[in-house]
């Protein structure tokens, strides 16, 4: 499904050369649970951006669902990036002028769905996370974790092949971020693909699979209740 090959992804040159993705190879199935996971500065976002078709590589190649996106330019990416990926973000991303409703209907708008096709796939989403009580509301009027709720209910409406979610309880208590992650680990129960972004270990053994980075690298993949999974380079002193 997601396949990254030899890819970099590399700010500046000479000596201020800062290789932000080092040679990543990782191959992420139908149907996986993954948590990327890292120190600040180790390359998580940057691995998001491009997973998610924000950005390209410097080199090196991606495969989403057998199409090569690595060198495709922006107007294509996005026609991909509305297709295939639902994100859900730190600060949840909500428009605050519009209903929810009319949030989680803006990314099936791009996508080119009729009005009524529109509502449909709005409200069962909306429904799907429980707040389609809320649907005639404003941003503002709800509670964090339900602005991530509806947040979530966005990136799901449009039936994506995989779920990105980028410190998705960073903004949340730690009650309501557990809520966000107990529903992601449903989504992921239902079939979904979830990539989840995040510095913190006690949300990413959730996961099934832990990818750490460490300086663009990666220093460890696979499964979450590994007790190496958890532990940093400079924690275990292994890699210096
Ligand atoms: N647009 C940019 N220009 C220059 N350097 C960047 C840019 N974006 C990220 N970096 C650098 O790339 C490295 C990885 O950053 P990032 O992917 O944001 O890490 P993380 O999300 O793990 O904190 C950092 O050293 C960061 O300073
Ligand atoms: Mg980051």
């Known amino acids: 499904m997601i396949e990254l090959r030899n890819l970099y992804k590399i700010y500046g ?14 191959t992420i199935n139908k149907g996986e649970f993954v948590a990327i996971v ?12 491009i997973i998610g078709c924000l950005d390209v590589p410097t080199s090196g190649q991606y495969i989403l669902e057998g199409i090569d996106v690595s060198t495709m330019h922006d107007d294509r990416l996005s026609e991909i990036r509305n297709k295939k990926l639902g994100f859900i973000f730190q600060q949840y991303n909500l428009i605050q002028g519009i209903s ?12 080119g769905l009729s009005k009524a096709e529109r509502k449909e796939k709005a409200m069962k989403a ?12 404003f941003p503002s009027q709800l509670s964090g974790g339900q602005q991530q709720r509806v947040s979530i209910a966005r990136a799901l409406a449009g039936n994506p092949s995989v779920i990105l979610a980028d410190e998705p309880t960073g903004a949340l208590d730690s009650k309501t971020g557990k809520e966000v992650l107990r529903f992601l680990q449903e989504l992921h129960s239902e079939g979904n693909t979830i990539v989840l972004i995040t510095h913190d ?13 460490s300086d663009g690298k990666i220093i460890y993949d696979g499964p979450s209740d590994d007790p190496n999974a958890v532990v940093s380079a400079d924690e275990s002193g292994v890699n210096g």
Do not use: F, H, W
Request: hydrophobic share 40%.
């Open 13 to 26: 040159s000479g000596e201020n050369e800062v290789r932000a993705l080092d040679g990543i190879n990782l």
């Open 38 to 49: 890292g120190q600040s500065g180790s390359g998580k976002s940057t691995c998001m951006n």
């Open 126 to 137: 909306l429904a799907r996370v429980g707040i389609q009580a809320k649907a005639k509301n």
């Open 100 to 111: 929810i409703l009319e949030n989680v209907e803006l990314p099936l708008l791009y996508a």
């Open 201 to 213: 270990n006690s949300i990413a053994r959730k996961a099934k699979r832990i990818v750490r980075l």
